[in-house]
């Protein structure tokens, strides 16, 4: 249902992410109904992952760019459904007991598929250079090939490349800070921040205070 007069749309296999540069657009989620108005100088992502209530988000000037982490801490749940909002996977919970920093952590335990995340999108800066960072901390993961828990950061737009991906954290480890380095591609336009993990059955890992931010 469009209501403005100018606005862009983005389709990947994962998402629809609106735009709206004048006016005000209605979009829905089709997998539960949920619905948000955008207004002018807003966009929101919707998905069949997508975590928690539709939010419109501020589109930072000139509209080109977002690159806000939206609840780093992971203690928004606005929606009361026990996960952290603009996180998706069914299977990541909001954790108040188990926290580095703050009232809550994301927490998921095993078993899972292979290669399971959580994400945010992100239309990043051409050619610049970027860290993230996040506090993990992991119960029980058995070591073995591409499995524990790893921060990634993935290109979806215009062709699809992971720019970063830190080591896989395994065993039964405290806090430690992980952290990532990028620089996106002169043609840059789409991409996507994950939590990665492959668990057993019992395996446990946490993160919480994630950061994002350009460093040049």
Do not use: M
């Amino acid at each position: 249902e469009v209501r403005g007069t100018r606005f862009a749309l983005w389709v990947t296999a994962e998402a629809t992410r609106l735009e709206v540069l004048e006016g005000r657009v209605r979009i829905a989620r089709r997998s539960d109904g949920e619905a948000v108005d955008v207004p002018a100088g807003r966009f929101v992502v919707a998905g069949a992952e997508a975590a928690g209530r539709l939010a419109a988000r501020e589109i930072a000037p000139p509209y080109d760019y977002y690159e806000a982490l939206l609840n780093p801490s992971f203690e928004e749940d606005a929606d009361g459904d026990g996960r952290p909002d603009h996180w998706s996977n069914p299977r990541v919970r909001r954790d108040a007991e188990r926290v580095k920093d703050g009232a809550a952590a994301l927490r998921a335990e095993g078993p899972d598929a292979p290669g399971a995340y959580t994400r945010q999108f992100f239309r990043l800066r051409p050619g610049a250079r970027y860290r993230v960072t996040a506090w993990l901390r992991t119960h029980g993961i058995a070591a073995g090939a591409n499995r524990g828990v790893r921060l990634r950061f993935v290109q979806l737009q215009p062709a699809p490349a992971e720019l970063a991906v830190s080591p896989w954290r395994d065993g039964t480890r405290d806090w430690e800070r992980v952290a990532i380095e990028f620089v996106t591609p002169a043609d840059h336009r789409y991409g996507r921040l994950d939590i990665q993990w492959t668990l057993g059955e019992g395996e446990v890992f946490w993160a919480d205070g994630a950061t994002l931010e350009r460093i040049d």
